[in-house]
């Protein structure tokens, strides 16, 4: 095992995965000389060369578009996104032709490409570098979309997503590049694409979330089970798309209610799918009304520090909801 940061998780994923096979390349904005904008592919070209680690233009829309071609020639591209606020660039490449290549050819093509994308906030990083923006991305039929919360799973789904035959948007939120460390295992592993995580048993209530805010839903319940007693189980979606609801459905069932943290948008973030899963599916087994912690429906992130701190999630914000659905 090793100790390591979010972003050294990633970086050994990349390297372990074009060491393995030779079809694998990376594309994107700052990724070779530089190393990426937050050192994500440090050392890739120093160890794989400019035909393997290829800068490219300020230009989302051609980076995804020549990874596609790539990929329907035979090779496994890992463009990354800087951030994920300019990914609109490439929306009908990734939406219209990676999205549909599988269903429209009658499963004749794959395309096999890793849109690697750097969201979130609470850097302070304003209204341009601040967007989770995963919405856009679940909503579209053909697209697997995960969001990991752990150094272990960030390396292990990286490299499944590499070896996936379908197309893979890898949001990895920036807060935790350098806040979250634990060990890895130094040999090979992947982690299943598809399948959620119970992080915390429980049994007074369900917490649902991912990525960073999967952290502080980890940290408000054992700020709630020392206070007040009450025994949180967290489930760590870790999938957006397709959704893993067998595993919250289950824990639903167990707790009798279910607050759900994203750092998306309210209207039509992922909180409102599970939300409605819920409801369909398990409506017999609640005792209190389904409670959503997100963020509000403004243009994310205010740059200013106070606004910032009233759009995005809290630890106090997840208690404050926790208490609330434990009062029915």
Not at 70 to 76: C, K, S, V
Not at 145 to 161: C, E, F, I, Q, R
Not at 206 to 235: F, H, N, P, R, W
Request: with cysteine; charged share 25%; glycine share 6%.
């Amino acid at each position: 095992m090793a100790v390591m940061t979010y972003i050294d998780a990633i970086n050994s994923a990349l390297h372990e995965e074009m060491e393995r096979d030779p079809n694998v390349f990376i594309i994107g904005e700052d990724v070779g000389k530089m190393g990426g904008a937050f050192k994500a592919t440090k050392g890739l070209l120093e160890k794989f060369g400019a035909e393997r680690v290829i800068d490219s233009p300020l230009a989302e829309g051609a980076i995804v578009s020549s990874s596609i071609g790539a990929a329907m020639a035979g090779m496994r591209p890992v463009p990354e996104i800087q951030f994920a606020d300019f990914i609109t660039p490439a929306m009908d490449a990734i939406t219209q032709q990676a999205a549909k290549l599988r269903y429209r050819s009658a499963g004749t093509q794959t395309c096999p490409i890793t849109v690697r994308v750097c969201y979130g906030g609470s850097v302070g990083g304003g209204l341009s570098h601040s967007q989770s923006l995963t919405s856009w991305f679940i909503h579209c039929p053909g697209l697997i979309v995960v969001a990991p919360s752990t150094p272990y799973d960030a390396k292990g789904m990286l490299k499944a997503a590499i070896r996936n035959d379908d197309p893979v948007m890898f949001f990895e939120h920036k807060k935790l590049y350098r806040s979250l460390k634990e060990e890895v295992p130094k040999e090979d592993y992947t982690v299943p694409l598809l399948k959620a995580e119970v992080r915390r048993k429980g049994t007074d209530l369900t917490a649902i979330s991912y990525g960073y805010t999967l952290q502080l839903t980890m940290q408000a319940a054992e700020a709630v089970k020392e206070k007040y007693g009450i025994d949180v189980e967290v489930v760590d979606l870790r999938t957006l798309a397709p959704l893993d609801t067998d595993a919250f459905l289950n824990s639903v069932a167990k707790t009798s209610r279910a607050v759900i943290v994203h750092e998306d948008n309210r209207t039509l973030g992922i909180g409102a799918e599970v939300s409605a899963v819920i409801a369909e599916q398990a409506f017999d087994c609640l005792e209190a009304p389904i409670l959503r912690v997100t963020a509000p429906d403004v243009p994310l992130l205010p740059a200013a520090a106070e606004l910032e701190r009233f759009c995005t999630i809290s630890v106090e914000k997840i208690v404050d909801a926790f208490e609330r659905t434990m009062e029915h």
